[in-house]
């Protein structure tokens, strides 16, 4: 039994999920379609006449297809279809950049990019931005892993200004941080004669701009995808990820998922981040994904297989473009480490921290979100037990966000929490008053970073004498422009305290400031990266000074963080062939004077709780 020739013997669309494809049998073809289904590893059988496969393993694998009998009746989804059509193509295009021997065909020479762009666009671009722009515009999409300071945001709006006046672009989509608005909408106004009509998405927004910005946040809210999908496909489109390292869980996190439902809406994808992979290669895999469905994840899954990672980064290199911190001709930063002993009392609290969450870890290996809980309990003994008696408030991030911890009666540490308030004064923040006391007679001011907001408050408490300014996570924008000014430009404010969830991202401090101190790390290596450029950034003064110093607590948790951060920029380093980001795997360790989990971090975790607990 066949069906008439008019109905589709095949339908292909989107599933249920953001990465999955459905395929349906018309009458008398599911046998066909399990046959069918045997070709593809991710194949599950929804019923007699539907399969699901991964989107990227369709895409990988489109000459399956070709055994269909009745390939004239395959119905596509328009969307899919064309970015079937676009990976078919892109396949063909990275296999010849990744060839040796593939010759420069249709690659964009640097001295063409003016001419590309066109009389309207007005800015100065540097000989590395030139460089950036052409290598972007010879593949259909691209990667720009440039670190923070290099102008990504001005490369990012001449590839759409190239693509808009030669092949047809007609808008473009901004995803990232609130904080990346005010330099979109600076470097339109600079750039361009006459400024893209550019709107920040909201109820209010004006569908017919030319180009939206949206924030991560805002895309988890219900119906934003469905109604960006809608305006992206209208047109010709570009998609562009900004800090596009938030979504590096890919459909395995909230933000990941979003983004991976808007990618097949558009014609050009383009993602820019200072650090594609904070915690190795499943986030590069996850972001070539989305640039490069069905064939990105493959080749990096390829290129770093082996282990080599010198090799990797060879084989990865044509399909992105960087500019190093050495290329910005930056002066070098001095980054030490400084091991602080902890006081009797202070040991006993965490000795007895540890040895209960020892027993509780031992059964919960597979559970991410309570060792996540178990971190930051650890994290906050190694620096003031006082944090644990008041847990953390509801303007941390929220995998930080836990209660006060409780004790049962009759145990030490039941005992040793009736005294915690006794215990703020931790030898942490005393080094961190050392410090400031240090740089504030030399004139210098410091950014000191610490994730737990009662930290901060302590913190602006005990440094009252250097007039701190504290900025944290639910200020108003203008409040918080405020206190970053008067940081700037008060001479009396000599402090600036924050944390990296906040001011991690889009916040220029490099001409006022030059020290930092990080009271504490979590495993995040991304965002350890990022409060690093926040002073340390294009256009500093070739005599500048710039030093960081990260305080750990003897025998913690925080040397174990100290460890995994280095294994992760040692990778990260070596996938881009950036030796400024492997010398920070080693800090220069100095003496005392005064989340983002993977599997590796649970391992060390799970090995300091069993230390001591022996």
């Known amino acids: 039994m066949t069906q008439p020739s008019s109905a589709p013997s095949l339908e292909i669309g989107f599933g249920d999920g953001v990465t999955r494809a459905r395929l349906r049998a018309g009458g008398g073809y599911e046998s066909e379609l399990r046959r069918l289904a045997l070709r593809f590893q991710s194949s599950l059988q929804i019923s007699a006449g539907t399969v699901d496969v991964e989107i990227d393993d369709l895409l990988t694998n489109l000459v399956a297809l070709a055994t269909w009998p009745e390939p004239k009746s395959v119905a596509w989804d328009p969307q899919l279809a064309a970015l079937a059509r676009d990976s078919a193509a892109d396949a063909q295009t990275v296999a010849k950049r990744l060839d040796p021997a593939g010759g420069t065909d249709g690659e964009v020479d640097p001295d063409e990019v003016d001419s590309l762009l066109g009389a309207d666009w007005t800015a100065d671009l540097t000989a590395f931005q030139r460089r950036d722009i052409a290598k972007l515009l010879s593949l259909r999409h691209g990667a720009n892993f440039s670190v923070p300071g290099a102008g990504k945001t001005r490369v990012g709006l001449a590839v759409f200004q190239s693509l808009r006046r030669n092949r047809g672009i007609d808008r473009l989509l901004i995803v990232g941080p609130k904080s990346c608005y005010e330099s979109w909408k600076y470097e339109n106004r600079q750039c361009l004669s006459a400024p893209l009509y550019m ?73 820019l981040t200072g650090t594609p992979a904070p915690n190795g290669v499943k986030d590069l895999e996850n972001l070539f994904g989305f640039v490069w469905p069905g064939h990105g994840r493959q080749k990096v899954i390829q290129a770093v297989a082996g282990g080599d990672l010198a090799k990797a980064s060879r084989v990865l290199r044509p399909l992105f473009t960087r500019t190093t911190k050495s290329e910005l001709s930056l002066p070098p930063v001095s980054t030490s480490l400084r091991s602080v002993p902890m006081p009797p009392l202070h040991q006993e609290v965490y000795e007895a921290l540890a040895g209960r969450f020892s027993a509780r870890a031992a059964g919960s290996e597979g559970d991410f979100l309570a060792l996540g809980k178990v971190i930051v309990y ?237």
């Open 378 to 614: 650890m994290l906050m003994a190694a620096t003031s037990p006082a944090l644990l008696a008041v847990g953390t408030t509801r303007h941390e991030p929220l995998s930080y966000q836990v209660p006060p911890l409780t004790a049962p009666e009759g145990t030490p540490l039941f005992d040793l929490m009736r005294d915690l308030p006794n215990y703020e004064m931790s030898p942490k923040y005393r080094e961190v008053l050392a410090i400031v006391s240090e740089n504030a007679a030399q004139g210098r001011k410091t950014l000191v970073w610490s994730t737990f907001i009662r930290s901060l408050n302590t913190l602006e408490r005990m440094l009252s004498e250097f007039s701190p300014s504290l900025v944290y996570g639910p200020m108003a924008d203008a409040d918080r422009e405020a206190a970053i000014r008067r940081f700037r430009h008060d001479p009396d404010c000599m402090v600036l305290l924050s944390n990296p969830g906040t001011l991690g991202e889009g916040i220029s401090l490099h001409h006022h400031c030059h020290d930092a101190v990080h009271v504490d790390r979590d495993f995040a290596a991304g965002r350890f990266l990022q409060s690093l450029d926040r002073i340390h950034r294009l256009g500093l003064a070739p005599e500048t000074e710039t030093r960081i110093t990260v305080l750990a607590s003897e025998g913690t948790i925080d040397e174990v963080v100290d460890q995994r951060l280095s294994d992760k920029l040692l990778f990260m380093g070596g996938i881009l062939d950036d030796p400024e980001v492997q010398q920070l795997a080693d800090l220069e360790e100095e003496p005392a004077v005064g989340g983002g989990l993977d599997q590796r971090d649970l391992q060390a975790l799970m090995g300091h709780l069993r230390a001591h607990a022996a």
């Open 199 to 271: 709107d920040v998405f909201s109820r209010n927004a004006d569908p017919g701009a030319d180009v939206l910005i949206v924030n991560y946040e805002r895309l988890r809210q219900e119906g934003v995808v469905n109604e960006l999908g809608q305006w992206l496909a209208a047109r010709p489109s570009m998609l562009l990820l900004d800090e596009a390292h938030r979504m590096k869980r890919g459909a395995d996190g909230t933000d990941g998922s979003a983004c991976l439902a808007l990618g097949p809406r558009s014609r050009h994808r383009l993602i």
